[in-house]
């Protein structure tokens, strides 16, 4: 069992950045970020392979984002840049092997104020 833990989530202003971090209990395959807003589904936002080799983005992110690891740590971080109000939710952090991720984390509180 390999446990989550999401942070670097805050209040920033339209156009600022954040950095989320996720830290894993354990080693980690494939490890990504999804977010959620209340009624809504929970979205991929971007995902890197255990490799480094591979990083995949959605396009609501893409060219703003960039995702990262550091294995030695167990760690996944994405950085986000030139963020919109629309950005506000619940980022969550998960890992396994895509697209069927086994482990997620309870998720971190990201609200961008116009």
């Known amino acids: 069992q390999v446990q989550l833990v999401e942070s670097g989530g805050g209040l920033v202003q339209a156009g600022g950045s954040l950095r989320l971090s996720c830290a894993a209990s354990g080693r980690t395959l494939s490890m990504a970020w999804f977010r959620q807003s209340p009624g809504k589904e929970r979205d991929f936002v971007a995902g890197?392979?255990?490799?480094?080799?591979?990083?995949r983005y959605a396009e609501s992110v893409k060219g703003r984002s960039t995702i990262s690891r550091d294995n030695a740590k167990n760690t996944v971080y994405l950085q986000m840049n030139s963020l919109k109000p629309e950005d506000t939710t619940v980022y969550y952090c998960?890992?396994?092997?895509?697209?069927?991720?086994?482990?997620w984390g309870t998720g971190t509180q990201v609200t961008v104020s116009s």
């Open positions: 890197i392979s255990r490799s480094l080799s591979f990083t």
């Open positions: 998960a890992a396994g092997v895509a697209p069927s991720y086994k482990y």
